[in-house]
């Protein structure tokens, strides 16, 4: 089992729907939690971070973190066309030394 | 300027030879580190620098050296490059009183024929 999982996709969605995307981590311990997005070529940007249960707004983007099940989530509201990416889920795991591990990622498009 | 940047951006070299990247940052952080990332494999992680005495390995080390010349200096070498060594490789850093949020430089694309 991969420490870190997410779904490959691709996903689409229409221009101002919701985007769903999820990640799961094997390590209960991991504390810290973030969400990076990557344009093809370019390098990651970090778009949000998270290190409670419960969710965690900013502007149009909102992370869910849910360390019972062992998942965090990123919801795109009133998605746009420059939102279509690869979008990474990273955990620092429990005793990696504050190390990042990712998820392979999740690419996805938002259609006109 | 960018607060972590790479050189160089793209390089293409032959199977064999000695190549260095090399990575700068102006962020004043502690950490730094090298990754790669392949279609469909997402980012993995090559070697890590707490500081300039503090280097360690990472999950796909073989094959690669490093050298904390300084805080702000973090270069990565392919002794003698292979094919599957062709990827994206980015230089990160991060602060180690801060947050685990790691900052990306803009990457170099190598291609090893």
């Known amino acids: 089992q991969k420490e870190v999982e997410q779904n490959s996709g691709p996903l689409s969605v229409p221009e101002g729907a919701i985007a769903s995307l999820n990640c799961t981590y094997s390590?209960?311990?991991?504390?810290?939690f973030f969400w990076y997005r990557q344009y093809s070529g370019k390098s990651p940007e970090l778009i949000m971070s998270i290190y409670s249960n419960g969710d965690k707004e900013d502007g149009r983007f909102t992370a869910q973190l849910n360390k019972a099940s062992q998942y965090v989530s990123l919801l795109i509201r009133d998605s746009q066309p420059s939102d279509s990416a690869t979008y990474l889920c990273?955990?620092?795991?429990?005793?990696?030394?504050?190390?990042?591990?990712f998820g392979s990622g999740t690419q996805l498009t938002v259609l006109p | 300027d960018a607060d972590v940047t790479q050189t160089p951006r793209n390089r293409i070299t032959k199977t064999g030879k000695r190549i260095m990247l090399e990575c700068s940052q102006t962020k004043g952080h502690d950490r730094m580190y090298w990754y790669r990332q392949d279609p469909g494999l997402g980012l993995r992680l090559i070697y890590y620098s707490f500081d300039v005495k503090d280097i360690n390995k990472g999950e796909i080390s073989d094959g690669y050296s490093v050298s904390r010349q300084a805080q702000a200096k973090f270069s990565l070498s392919l002794e003698s490059a292979i094919p599957n060594q062709t990827a994206l490789y980015f230089c990160?850093?991060?602060?180690?009183?801060?947050?685990?949020?790691?900052?990306f430089g803009p990457g170099t694309r190598l291609t090893v024929l």
């Open positions: 990273a955990v620092a795991l429990s005793g990696s030394a504050r190390q990042l591990t």
């Open positions: 990160a850093t991060s602060d180690q009183g801060g947050p685990d949020t790691q900052y």
């Open positions: 390590d209960r311990g991991s504390q810290s």
